[in-house]
Nanobody, 125 residues
Framework: QVHLVESGGGSVQAGGSLTLSCTAS????????IAWFRQPPGKEREGVAA???????SYADSVKGRFTISKDNAQKTGYLQMNSLKSEDTAMYYC???????????????????WGQGTQVTASS
């Protein structure tokens, strides 16, 4: 059975940092895209960052230069390092894993078949 479990969310002052983790089980982790999405209250889910099986990354323009996605295949864990947090980064953050190895749209939610339950990030100014 597939499981993705996020952790590391919380409340910080604007300008602060948080690191989210996503631990996976139940599928072959190393040959999938791993991604982070977020959903602010009352808004649609949006792609934040994605990393493929070769370590290539994609980022939403709104987080480039502030967020870094990484993964540890041996630990089956993905990470999202978030620096210089802004109030507009406040959202529920979800990790996701793809079913196919290759994706043409790695920041689109419909590209992913496995999802975690989410962790809340709040950045207050």
């Amino acid at each position: 059975q597939v499981h993705l479990v996020e952790s590391g969310g919380g409340s910080v002052q604007a300008g602060g940092s948080l690191t989210l983790s996503c631990t996976a089980s139940g599928f072959t982790y190393s040959n999938r895209y791993i991604a982070w999405f977020r959903q602010p209250p009352g808004k649609e889910r949006e792609g934040v960052a994605a990393i493929d099986s070769d370590g290539r990354t994609s980022y939403a323009d709104s987080v480039k230069g502030r967020f870094t996605i990484s993964k540890d295949n041996a630990q089956k864990t993905g990470y999202l390092q978030m620096n210089s947090l802004k109030s507009e980064d406040t959202a529920m953050y979800y990790c996701a894993a793809s079913i196919p190895r290759y994706l043409s749209e790695p920041l689109r939610h419909y590209s992913y078949g496995y999802w975690g339950q989410g962790t809340q990030v709040t950045a207050s100014s």
